[in-house]
Structures are given as structure tokens and as C-alpha cells.
């Protein structure tokens, strides 16, 4: 905003040459600036915690009402993968903050890299929750359209390394599927709750006398939950990959420096932000009532 | 927020930690601890999240008033779920006995 | 105490010698649309808040005619689209971003002596949200409308209507997001912007609330969000989330629809508030007694508003030992609201009055805000709840906060500040006049409708039995009177753009940093920064006060200087 030039203030045109490129016109300094964009990001993060709070509070509403349905539901989830992510998105926040650290030393190839290192973790964690969403489908568990209630067949779920990495790209694994009812979460369902009453049904074969249409249900809900809470952190994951691409891109050109890389420091919040509600949503959604 | 630059072995030392966390969670709960099952959880995770809070955003070197409004937010989310989880748990002390 | 008087806009002419200021600094649709200047945003959205509240009050009018005669004019139908109409209008497009989003945009900068908000580009987004709010809005309206209540309550929205409420889900969504972004802008600007000197107990009254009202903001509208998602997930999956005989509770819905819901009134009224503050103040020339406390009571309601929403649900199966919680707090979150009308009551005690326009809509918000406070303290009793709950007794009670408060609020700020914003003073006596109308108009159509509430008409009723019509047709009268005054205003306003008489920097002989720049102010709000060296509301004899003019006044220097067209950034 170019001030006209009067005889009274010749010294403002000179001032407004020596600031920083990147300093905006409505900032004093830099430092100002790099507050306000800090302040502003940690607020939007504080509206965040208030967006999931909400599905927080109707799952801790629902667990505390219906806590056998959810533990029936949370048995359907498979361990390995969810343990498989937590590490992947915990090794994201490493990398994402390995980035900041050199974007504050300058070092724009490293900045890159590590901003690459992140974008690769979190596409992976989008890959395993691509498989486990297929596999609830192939289960007829998710809660629009054909929900059924028990499981009837159970999708391949991995037990060790080397079959997560196998499935992960995609080809069959090697011990992993089930060989019938006896096996894997269905053996637990049944002998753990057996006693628990005539709810949980083993291949599908609950006595007539004994079915409760109202249980199904409330599985119904418990996967609507982790449907819903997993899809939102999945789309907020989606977001802060869409980002971290445009700054691996922007670093790539040479734009920040040790002067100026607020961007960077803002997206590393807002990732770190996502793998503290998946830290949450772990052990909440997949360890319910795990014990024999 | 000053330019406090954190040491990369803080970061790895910090992962380890987060590692650690996530393989504890997940041994407590193969425990049978009945109702403290999803305290251990909590706390675990708790914990976890601190240490990303505390470490990797920053936020042990940043100023008073950024720990305040973190500490804020998670008091707000508390707030609903307390004062909500309040209305559940005693809803059935008023029980009708004709 | 010295008044330094900032540089007056002398020295800088458009090509036409016209003074250059915010409003003739760039021409063309572009200039306005892709604007970054926060004050010309205030504008946008004074045009776009405005519309809808005409909008909003068709609706209103429409509801009052039905009213008139105890058939009812509509089918229940009809009847149930119009009221929700008039409610999501009022309360999403209206009352949420009026003040803050016309006044504080406009003044929070000036105020505190900055340029412009922490994220300009951010303050556009907000208006386009809105803007995109406001169309989703109209398009469920065109639609066949929405029929649940502005409250959407469960399972009838999710599972039984057969009306817009996914479309309508959607725009308060937008709404909420557009909100949101103003509260960011506004927590981040207060404490990283301000001009050296300010410091936060010589902050204007004004920001306090507006600090306190995007605190809520902040913490409130995100709960809106989720729970409309959640409602617009339940009516697509019908998993029964929400539904008693699937298994949900419909109360929780409330819970959390109301967690927000009750927090939005403090942000209708807080910022209200804050323009009454500047209000009483200014037109009684005296410092705001006991500053401290009513800078405090803003943030004392902006907490205690998040702990008392269950008192909406008195009558639902929320749990009674709850409810005796919700009700001591409800009486506690009055307590802070009663310390401000205090404060201004005793701050004109000696004051120098001015029963000018604006002063006359700060008194009235002081006397509407107490009745409508006070019932609502009525309606937080427990026993008295559940006798007066959805009835007449609740809408007038908040009609009388709403509409006695937050409009009262807004109509006086826009008189305090026209002159600042538009460049033109509006006509003082049609301006008394209309308030006046207003008033008793406002009274009319509401005080009858505590009457008729208590007697047991039920709100959202198309049709009622014949002995309440004689109340009913005060109150449609009241409203027309009503209409009628709020008609005079925006016709003078209007008129005043191009006949008013030019204002002069600082009419009023008001305190404020935004009485020491032009008006209206030039783009960068100032042409240097200030530093402030006074308290809060200080104010000198009126002949003796640095009152700025324009070029040409005798002893400012006045050097024409052909302007860069259009050189807003």
C-alpha cells in the first residue's frame, strides 16, 4: 500500500522499504506477526477439541448405557492394525517435528524431506483405515444400508508383521484367515460372554429363543460412533496432508527461511493436534473390554 | 513465542516414550483390571498426549498464556462431559416405587 | 492529561479533493468484494445482517397476522415453517453476527489503535461464509422451509420431518464456521495488536466484551457443529442415535444442541453489553463506574454461561438432582449482568446527560434487559419452569433480552458510530422519534405475551382458545408499531448517506481512540500510530476537547495531493 509521497512524512517511504517480504502491512513486526498466526492456530486447535468433544461425549454416553454392545463391537476391531497406526501417527509427529526443528535451523532440503517422511506415514495410516473400512463393510457391520448382527464371516485380519506389510500393499497374507468360528475374536465373543447372556452369537447361530433385536442395534451404534469419529479424524488427516504437500512444495522453492517459517511451525500444530485425538480415539474404540 | 529451538534427542527420547505408552495400553488392556481398565487407558493416553502437547508443539517453552489456553480447552471438554455424564449417572436415583 | 491529536486526514485528497477515507479509497465491485479492509467488511455484513433481518421480520409479522384470530390464519403446517423461519433468520443471521460482526469488525482495530484484525484475508473467509450461510438458508426457505423449531429437536427432525433440515443443518453449519472465524480474529488481534500504551484496563468496555463474546465463541459454536453433523448423519443413517426406540436418547441431543445454544445468547448479548458501556458512558460524559467489575462481569458471563444450559431441559428426563444444579447456577450467571446495569446506572448518577438518540437506546436497553433478566430469573425457579415452559411466558422473556437487549444495543451503536463509519450524522429528532415508536412498540407486542404465557397459551401454537385473543391482538398490534419504527430508521439512515450533515471526527465529544481519526477513517484507521497515555474514559470540558475537522479548517495543514487511485491493498 504505496503512501503518497508529502513533505511531511518522507521517513514512512523509506521505513516501508526495509521490512521483511513477508511481513504484512497491518503488522509492526515479525515477531508480532509470527505471535498472532501462533495465538490464532492455537485457538482454532481449542475449537477442534470442542468439535470431538462432542462425538466424545455421545460415545461416553452410549458406553456408559450400552457398555456390552460396545464391547462386542470393539472386539470386532483388530488389534494389530490399531496398534500399527498409533505407532505410524506417533512417527508422523516425530517426523512433522523433526521438520519444524529444520525449518528453525534453515535447512530448506531437510525441511522437505521430513515434511515427505510425514506425508508418507500419514498416507500409510489412510491405507490401513482404507482396509479396516473394507473389512467392516465385507462384515456387514457398517451401520447404513445392510448392518447384520453377529458378524456372519470375518474378513482376513493380520496377527503378526509380516502380514500387516503383506496386506498393506495389497496381497494375501500368510497365516491370517480365519478357519472358521472357533477362531480369532469369535472364539473370545463366545466363550467370554457366553455367560453374559444370549447376545453374542457365534457364526451367526444365536438360538431364536434368545435373540435380543435390541442388541444388534446398539452394536449398530457403536459402530456408528467409530464410523463417524475415525471418518472425522480421517478427513482432518486428508486436510493436513493436502497441506503439508502444498509446504513440502513451497520449501522446495526456496520459500522459507530461519526467518520465516511460521507456516511450517502452524501445520506441525495442527498434525500434532490429529495424532493426540487418535491417541484418544485408540484405546477408546478398539480396547474395550479386551480381556479374557 | 520465542524461538526456543528443542534439541532433536528431546524428540526421539519423547517417541521412545510415546512407543512406550502405546505398548502399555495395550498390555493393560489383554489385563483384567475390571473397572480401572479404562482409567489405565485414560491415564496412559493422558499421559501420551501431555507429552506431545509438552514437547513436540512447543508448548513447555512457550508462554504463560498459550499453557493457559491449552489448559482451558481441555477444562471446557471436561466441563460437557462431566456436567453431561452427571445427568446419566443420576437419573436413576429418583426411581418411582408406587 | 494532554490529548495529542493524531494527524488529521488533511494532506491525502482523491483525484476529486474529496478527503481520501475507507470509502472512497478504490472504486468498483472488486475493491469491496476482495477487500482485506476490515471496516469495509463491517459494511458487507451490514448489508448482507440487515437484509436478513428484514427477512426474519417479515416472518415475525407474518406470525403476529396469524395470531390475530384464534383459528388461525395458516395451517398448523405453514404455521410450524414460519416460526422456525423466524427463528434460525433471527438468531443465526441476525443476533449472532450483528454486533460483532458490523461494529466490532468495524471498531475493534480503531479501538485499540491497530491497522486492521490479526488476519484480514480470514475476516473476508467469515463473510463469505455467511454470505454462503445465507444462501443454503434461503434455498431451504424457497424449498418448502423447515418445520421442527429453530431448536431441531430429536427424533421429529431426524427421523419424522419431511423438511429441509439437511439443507438447513448445513447453513447454520457455515454460519457457525463464519462465526468461529470472527472469534479468532478478534482474541488474536486484542492481545497481539495493540498500540503501545494500551494497555488492558484503559480497553474500552467495548472490547472487554467483544474479548469475552469470542471466548465463547470459540468454545461454543464448535458444539453446534457436531451436533448438527451428528443430526445430519441420523437423518441419512437412521441408526438411532438420537431415537428413543432405537435405543438413543433424545435428551442427549438437547444436552448438546443446548451446550451451545444457551452460550449464543451470552454472544447475542454480551457485545450489546459492550456497546451500552460506550453508550451510558459517552452521552453522560462520565467514566463508567466501577470499570474493572463490569470488564470482568463480561468474562464472569462468558463462564458462567457455558455451566447453566440444562435449564432448557427442566422439563425433559434430565435428571432432577442436575436440574436443582442448573437451577442455582442460572441464578448465579444473573449476578454478573446485574453488576453491569448497576455500574451504568450508577455512572449516570452526575453525568453530564444527552438525551440524544443514543443515550435514549442505552436507557432502554437498561430498563428492557432488566425485565427480560429478571424473567428469566422467574423461569430458572424450578416449580415456576414447569408451569411456564413452552409458553408465551418464555418468548416474551427472551424477546425482551433479545430484542429490548441485543437489537436496543445494536440500533444504539449504529447511532453512536454512524457518523464515524458513513461520514453523515443521521437526523436527531426522526431518530428520537423512531426510538421512541420503537419502544412502546416493543412493549406492546411483548408484555401482553407474559401475561398470555403465564395464563397458559403454549408457544408454537397456530390456533388457541378464543379468551386469549384480546392479548394476542395487543401484542400484533404492538408488533406493527414496532415494524412501523423500525421502517422510520432505515428509511432516515438511507436518506442520511446522501443528505446528512457531514460528521466531524468526534460529534459526541467522546472518548476513544476512534474519535481521534477522520470520519469516516481513513483505510490504515490512522496515519500514525497512537500511543496511549490516558485511562479509559477520560473526559475533558466539551469546548476544550481536540475535535478534529477536515482540510481546510484553520491551522491543520491541508496540501492537496492528486491520490493513487484505487490503491487499496
Redesign the interface.
Known sequence: MALIETETAPERIELHAEHHPHLAHHFESMEQQREAGTLGMWWFLLTEIMFFGGMFLAYTVYRHIYFDAFAAGSNVLSIWWGTFNTAVLIASSLTMALAVFHAQMGNSRKVVRFLLFTIILGTIFLRVKYIEYSDKFEEHVFPAGDFRWPIEHEANRPNNVGDMLLMLIGAEPLNSSPQGPEHAFSVKVTTKYAEKGPYYGVGGQVPEEVQDPGFGGHVRMYFWLYFAMTGFHALHMIIGIGLLLMLAWQARKGKFSREYHSYIELTGLYWHFVDIVWIFLFPLLYLVDRHL | ?S?H??P?KI??R??GA??VG?AL??IF?????GNF?IVA??L??IA??LL??T???HVKY?SR??KL??A???I??F???A?????????A??VYRP | MSMTPLTATAGRLTSEGEPLNYLNNGHGLKSWLLTKDHKRIALLYLFSVSFFFIIGGIFALLIRINLLSPEGLFNPDTYNRIFTAHGIIMVFLFLVPAVPAVLGNFLLPIMIGAKDLAFPKINLLSWYCYVVAGIFLTVALIAGGIDTGWTFYTPYSTSYSNSNVLLAGVGIFIAGFSSILTGINFIVTVHTMRAPGMTWFRLPLFIWAHYATALVIMLGTPVLAITLSLMALERVAHVGIFDPAMGGDPVLFQHMFWFYSHPAVYIMVLPAMGVVSELIANLARKNIFGYKFVAMSSLAIAVFGFLVWGHHLFVSTQSIYLGIIFSFLSYAVAIPSAIKVFNWTATLFKGSISYDTPMLYGLGFIGLFLIGGMTGLFVAALGIDVHVTDTYFVIAHFHYVMVGGSLMGFLGGMHLWWGKITGRMYPEYWARAAMVIQFVGFNLTFFPQFILGYLGMPRRYAAYPPEFQVLHVLSTAGATILGLGMLITIIYFIWSLKNGERAPANPWGASGLEWRTSSPPPTENFLETPVVTWEAYEFAPIETMDVLGYPGDPGKPSQPVPAEHGTED
Not at chain 2, 488392556?29 to 483390571?33: E, K, P, S
Not at chain 2, 456436567?83 to 449417572?89: A, E, K, N, S
Request: net charge positive.
Open positions: 513465542m524461538e529451538i528443542v532433536k524428540y526421539y519423547i517417541f510415546l512407543l502405546t495400553t495395550v488392556a489383554f489385563i483384567n483390571l481398565n487407558a485414560l496412559i493416553a501420551k498426549a506431545v502437547i514437547f513436540f508443539m512457550s498464556l498459550t489456553w491449552v482451558v480447552g481441555f471446557w471438554l466441563i460437557m462431559l456436567i453431561t455424564m452427571t445427568d446419566y449417572l443420576s437419573r436415583w429418583l
